[in-house]
């Protein structure tokens, strides 16, 4: 075993395939390949689960990842202390449904981060391929909800796939519009008050099922929906459209402006925000700062 090997683990996983890796590393894609296969046969276990769709980590891949990277940043310490190496780029990645306070978050970090050279992901994107980030590593930590509804079956898959689920913080349903809608100066708003207007939600590809759904009361069904894959384009249709999303109430004047509001939703369902990581897995300072920054900016939203 050697400490390129393990670095070709961790880049194979960072990458989320054997020939990206390959091309960010500059070997052939054998040569990695045949790299990887050698340090499986001398362990004498199956790191990487290989199907037609490509690589992924199996079970004993995930704790051997969890290793390898201990060993690569203790390795990479000594260098520094000893062979006044420069820093090597500072690699970083999370995965969240589409919640602006983990953009500030992720704002504020790399604010406060101070080296020359990183490479940081910010991956907005589908329930399920945060869970599946999170299980491959390819991202340290996600940020999603639970609620009384989905908690059964997403609990159950993040069990399945060794995912710890830790809340950051619980409230009841909030409705975004913009500041223009014509429910805007209302305390609170019930679904009978919402029915006239297009439901905006994000959609889910093929794992479209309301357990996945980012918005709580996925089962009510809706007159006019709209499904979007970003959440500029869902504030510009709740702008044009005067529609509207169900979600937490915190927003950002910071990255979003003041054109969206948040008004209580009559509901007695609570939703709880959190973050998953790999058990297997040893969080990074950054990681730890992260979430620590994500407290601190929830903390600092005044949710009414």
Same mark, same amino acid.
């Given at each position: 075993?050697?400490?390129?090997?393990? @670095?070709?683990? !961790?880049?194979?996983?960072?990458?989320?395939?054997?020939?990206?890796?390959?091309?960010?590393?500059?070997?052939?894609?054998?040569?990695?390949?045949?790299?990887?296969?050698?340090?499986?046969?001398?362990? /004498?276990?199956?790191?990487?689960?290989?199907?037609?769709?490509?690589?992924?980590? &199996?079970?004993?891949?995930?704790?051997?990842? &969890?290793?390898?990277?201990?060993?690569?940043?203790?390795?990479?310490?000594?260098?520094?202390?000893?062979?006044? #190496?420069?820093?090597?780029?500072?690699?970083?990645?999370?995965?969240?449904?589409?919640?602006?306070?983990? !953009?500030?978050?992720? !704002?504020?970090?790399?604010?406060?981060?101070?080296?020359?050279?990183?490479?940081?992901?910010?991956?907005?994107?589908?329930?399920?391929?945060?869970?599946?980030? !999170?299980?491959?590593?390819?991202?340290?930590?996600?940020?999603?909800?639970?609620?009384?509804?989905?908690?059964?079956?997403?609990? #159950?898959?993040?069990?399945?796939?060794?995912?710890?689920?830790?809340?950051?913080?619980?409230?009841?349903?909030?409705?975004?519009? &913009?500041?223009?809608?014509?429910?805007?100066?209302? #305390?609170?708003?019930?679904?009978?008050?919402?029915?006239?207007?297009?439901?905006?939600?994000?959609?889910?590809?093929?794992?479209?099922?309301?357990?996945?759904?980012?918005?709580?009361?996925?089962?009510?069904?809706?007159? @006019?929906?709209?499904?979007?894959?970003?959440?500029?384009?869902?504030?510009?249709?709740?702008? /044009?459209?005067?529609?509207?999303?169900?979600?937490?109430?915190?927003?950002?004047?910071?990255?979003?402006?003041?054109?969206?509001?948040?008004?209580?939703?009559?509901?007695?369902?609570?939703?709880?925000? /959190?973050?998953?990581?790999?058990?297997?897995?040893?969080?990074?300072?950054?990681?730890?700062?992260?979430?620590?920054?994500? @407290?601190?900016?929830?903390?600092?939203?005044?949710?009414?």
């Amino acid at each position: 075993m050697t400490l390129q090997q393990l @670095k070709y683990i !961790v880049e194979i996983v960072n990458s989320g395939s054997i020939n990206t890796a390959a091309q960010k590393l500059f070997v052939s894609q054998p040569s990695l390949s045949n790299s990887v296969k050698a340090l499986e046969q001398e362990l /004498g276990i199956d790191i990487f689960i290989r199907t037609n769709r490509g690589v992924s980590l &199996s079970s004993d891949g995930q704790d051997f990842l &969890s290793y390898a990277r201990q060993i690569l940043e203790q390795t990479e310490l000594l260098e520094r202390r000893y062979l006044h #190496k420069k820093p090597s780029r500072r690699l970083f990645s999370i995965s969240t449904q589409h919640y602006a306070f983990s !953009v500030n978050a992720f !704002v504020n970090l790399i604010h406060e981060y101070a080296e020359d050279e990183y490479e940081f992901t910010l991956r907005e994107t589908k329930t399920h391929e945060i869970i599946d980030d !999170v299980k491959d590593m390819r991202s340290e930590i996600g940020v999603i909800y639970l609620c009384s509804f989905n908690e059964q079956v997403i609990s #159950k898959i993040l069990h399945e796939n060794d995912l710890n689920f830790i809340e950051l913080f619980s409230t009841k349903p909030y409705v975004f519009m &913009s500041s223009r809608h014509p429910l805007a100066d209302k #305390k609170k708003v019930t679904f009978a008050d919402l029915e006239p207007y297009p439901c905006l939600s994000f959609e889910q590809g093929t794992y479209n099922s309301f357990y996945f759904s980012e918005e709580i009361h996925s089962t009510v069904p809706h007159k @006019k929906s709209i499904r979007v894959s970003d959440r500029a384009t869902l504030f510009n249709l709740a702008i /044009g459209l005067n529609g509207y999303t169900i979600s937490t109430g915190v927003l950002s004047e910071d990255l979003n402006g003041s054109n969206i509001i948040s008004v209580p939703l009559e509901s007695e369902e609570i939703i709880r925000v /959190g973050y998953i990581y790999n058990k297997h897995a040893h969080l990074t300072p950054l990681a730890q700062n992260y979430i620590d920054k994500l @407290k601190h900016y929830i903390a600092a939203s005044v949710i009414a």
